[in-house]
């Protein structure tokens, strides 16, 4: 496991404005800024090994120096959509930055992955066989 900060917390959500509010009240976040439409594609993305598509609302903001994120899907599956299937709505995921991502992974199964615009990596790993308790 990683001695680190975690650099942000997201929540899966199906009504954005909702969560936006609750947040903002516990945790004090204040502006939050929305980014509608996300595709996720086959391209850089996959999901359970296999290439993905679907799209999601996203919104960001800030508690301290820690970035708060909300996905809300709209298609196709994903991480997203089967948690919210699974669960519903509610914490999702922690994230850390890490230097080596296929070294960080290790021996963790990899429940979706991708490349976001401007080359950010990310990877969703389960969290069983990451050893982190849920």
């Known amino acids: 496991m990683h001695d680190q900060t975690p650099v942000q917390i997201a929540w ?7 969560t936006e509010n609750a947040l903002t009240s516990i945790l004090g976040a204040k502006k939050w800024i929305r980014v509608p439409d996300v ?8 999901y359970r090994g296999k290439p993905a598509d679907f799209t999601a609302h996203i919104s960001f903001s800030y508690a301290g ?13 994903s991480v997203y959509t089967e948690f919210l299937d699974r669960a519903g709505p509610g914490l999702h995921h922690i994230c850390v930055e890490v ?5 960080a992974i290790g021996s963790a199964e ?3 992955r991708g490349i976001m615009p401007g080359g ?15």
């Open 65 to 77: 120096d820690t970035q708060l994120e909300l996905i809300a899907p709209l298609t196709g599956d």
């Open 99 to 103: 230097d080596d991502v296929e070294k």
């Open 120 to 134: 950010m990596e990310f990877a969703y790993v389960s969290a069983e066989t990451a050893g982190v308790p849920y």
């Open 110 to 112: 990899v429940v979706q």
């Open 39 to 46: 595709h996720f594609g086959p391209d850089t993305c996959s």
């Open 12 to 18: 899966v959500t199906k009504d954005l404005d909702a």
